[in-house]
């Protein structure tokens, strides 16, 4: 889709590709393609905006759309933007992309699924670049305080952001004392392992009391060689080019 587009995020998609496809497809993301804005279906919000492809997939792969329309990607006129829009893509909670307000939506969101009782849970998928905001910090007390027991954080910590290493950007370290510190159940995984994927937004699934976070080991762009072994990080927002697009697909249907 993005070197259809000649531009894109394959690489943030990539690292998040075992998460979403867990979400979508194993049975934790109760959502009806007939029916997707059924009042009570559970909600995925996509904070990490620019890895929308890889949302559009799902969503086209579930039934919600037409995988044809896939091809549209950043196209003048198309659905299909470069960061989701709820007002033009069905599937799609939220429109992200300026970083930081996914997790506060996904909090207004669990809050009125807990009003509605009608046992609907958010996940919502934010970059660890993105947690630089501290409108995050403040989801993340506000949502403790309410006992939001719905709500699922995962962080797809692949150790990168637009500008270089996150680890020099904004050191992050120690993370999981610092949701624990919050009041959220804490988890954390390697986010290409599909058992420990499975294991922990299943153990979400049946958490009381609390919100849960999930921090998610993950590489950016997992399962491309010529991604992963960049050590400048070079790929970030750049699409692959036909040739490499080739490759690439060929590699991940080897793996």
Sequence with gaps: MTTAAGNGHPSSCLSASHIVTALYFGGFLRLDPKAPHAPDRDRFIMSKGHAAPILYAALAEKGVFSTDTLMG?????????????????????????????????GLGIALAQKLAKNGARTFVLTGDGELDEGQVWEA???????????????????HYQQ????????????????WQACGWETYEIDGHD??????ALSRACETKGRPTAILARTVKGFGVTRIVEDPGNKFHGVPLKAKEAEEAIQEIERA
Excluded: C, F
């Design 73 to 105: 990607l950043r196209k003048i006129g198309d659905p299909l933007e470069g960061h989701p829009n709820v007002r033009r893509v069905p599937g799609v909670e939220a429109s992200t992309g300026s970083l930081g307000q996914g997790l506060s939506i």
């Design 163 to 178: 500008t270089g290493p996150g680890d020099h950007v904004l050191p992050l370290e120690p993370l999981a004392a610092k």
């Design 194 to 199: 599909w058992a420990q994927v499975v294991g």
């Design 140 to 158: 993340a007390m506000a949502a403790s305080k309410y006992k939001s027991d719905n709500l699922v954080a995962i962080v797809d910590r692949n």
